[in-house]
């Protein structure tokens, strides 16, 4: 695959194209699609976006990166979390 490919992949997914039609498009395989479009998500997760709101968050070099924009966002998430898995009492704890 090619970097534009992958350029091109990108830009129709964020435009809602389907695997397939994207697949049709560029003349790849739809598996390849698929795969690269899941690693690539796997990459921006790591990359730091607050699992709360989606906002990117800055990556300071050195420090653990962090999962959160703000502590706003850290406690209504684990809210959310606990509502959805019932009482945790280490998460409860965290908070
Ligand atoms: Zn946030």
New binding site residues.
């Given amino acids: 695959m090619t970097d534009t490919q992958k350029q091109e992949i990108l830009s129709l997914k964020s435009k809602g194209s389907s695997y397939r039609k994207i697949a049709v498009l560029l003349s790849l395989p739809e598996n390849t699609v698929k795969s690269f479009l899941r690693r690539e998500h796997k990459q921006s997760d790591k990359a730091g976006v ?1 699992r ?2 989606n ?1 990117k968050l800055e990556l300071i070099p050195k420090h653990r990166a962090k999962i ?3 502590d706003n ?1 850290r406690i209504t998430y684990w809210r959310k979390m606990k509502k959805r898995c019932g009482v945790n009492e280490a998460i409860s704890k965290a908070v």
């Fill in positions: 607050c709360n709101c906002k959160f924009c703000c966002c």
